[in-house]
């Protein structure tokens, strides 16, 4: 069975974004691929642009999908083999699962860690129950450690809007009022050492990713350091690591302004949204021309549909 939650589960990311590029440039070329097949989606958290992404991509490609927001509409979930479940949960992960398996022909999972306990949310107990009780494909729409098809879309976004074979690319901090996962911050970093990019990550002391997804990025605390001939900078709060789940901080000297923005080398500004705008980014730099937010949300639709595309023809540019 091919799954898709982590850039290792594809061969090549160049040959993947060169894909999306080409469904891009003629979005129905496959609209008759998906006919009679159908695509779940599971949500356990909220959703904008995934949700609706991965359904026009479904549309796309002629594919049925059906929605279910599990956390409100659905039974209780418990994870835990051989559980006696006498308490709050009233379904096992298993049956909902293979359930699920038998209505969809690729099931997308949405699960947000829970922020208290990181070997549980690194362990990804969610996404791995439903991929081992699950009979056809899953795709990660945002797990507890990364978000693939965000990345891919930003791998996307960079492809069309470098100048350069090999950019800098800056990965920074930014502050926020709530703690937010590590994914989306775990999974570019990724994604962009797997594109063969310049990496320089910025943040405050604490903030230290799991090397696991940093290996081959250069770590840089002083951000006005971090920003200097920078092609791409992409911005994002998270919260510890380390300090698990924990906000050390909110200096607001971490909000990025365009004058901060001037040692760069005419940087392209990267936010993969929701922003809390004037905390984690000024209006100012997200209204400026060199921002890409809406060129990265479209893009939301061409890594879905991409996915869908190989998941469907069982490409063997997906790893079992
Ligand atoms: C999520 C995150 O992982 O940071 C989803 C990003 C695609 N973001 C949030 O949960 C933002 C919540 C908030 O209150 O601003």
Redesign the pocket.
């Known amino acids: 069975m091919k799954n898709f939650t982590k850039v290792s589960d594809i061969s090549s990311v160049p040959l993947m974004v060169q894909k999306a590029l080409e469904l891009k440039a003629n979005p129905f070329a496959f609209s008759a691929l998906g006919k009679n097949k159908t695509l779940g989606l599971i949500f356990m958290?909220?959703?904008l642009?995934?949700r609706l992404s991965s359904q026009k991509a479904a549309m796309n490609l002629g594919m049925n999908s059906m929605v279910m927001n599990i956390d409100k509409e659905g039974w209780s979930l418990e994870l835990t083999d051989g559980a006696v479940m006498n308490g709050t949960t009233v379904e096992h992960i298993k049956d909902a699962a293979g359930a699920m398996s038998l209505y969809c022909d690729i099931i997308g999972i949405r699960c947000?860690p829970s922020l208290v306990n990181s070997k549980e949310d690194y362990s990804e107990l969610v996404l791995s129950q439903f991929i081992k009780y699950s009979s056809v494909p899953i795709v990660s729409l945002?797990s507890a450690t990364r978000?693939p098809l965000?990345s891919f879309a930003d791998m996307i976004t960079i492809e069309e809007h470098k100048l350069q074979t090999k950019p800098k690319v800056v990965l920074t901090w930014a502050p926020?009022?709530?703690a937010?996962?590590q994914?989306?911050a775990n999974s570019f970093a990724e994604w962009a050492i797997a594109s063969n990019y310049e990496l320089v990550i910025s943040h405050p002391e604490g903030y230290e990713l799991s090397e696991e997804f940093t290996k081959g990025a250069q770590i840089e605390y002083n951000q006005q350091r971090a920003l200097q001939g920078a092609d791409f900078v992409y911005v994002?709060?998270?919260s510890s690591f380390r300090d698990y789940g924990k906000i050390l901080t909110q200096d607001d000297s971490w909000l990025l302004t365009n004058n901060k923005l001037k040692v760069t080398s005419n940087a392209k500004i990267m936010h993969?949204?929701?922003v809390?705008r004037n905390v984690?980014l000024s209006d100012e730099v997200l209204n400026s021309p060199n921002s890409l937010i809406m060129q990265q949300a479209e893009n939301r639709i061409y890594s879905a549909q991409t996915m869908l595309k190989e998941l469907l023809e069982n490409s063997s540019i997906l790893k079992l």
Do not use: D, M
């Open positions: 958290n909220p959703s642009r995934t947000f945002e978000h965000q926020h009022v709530k937010l996962p994914a989306v994002k709060n998270w993969c949204l929701p809390r984690e």
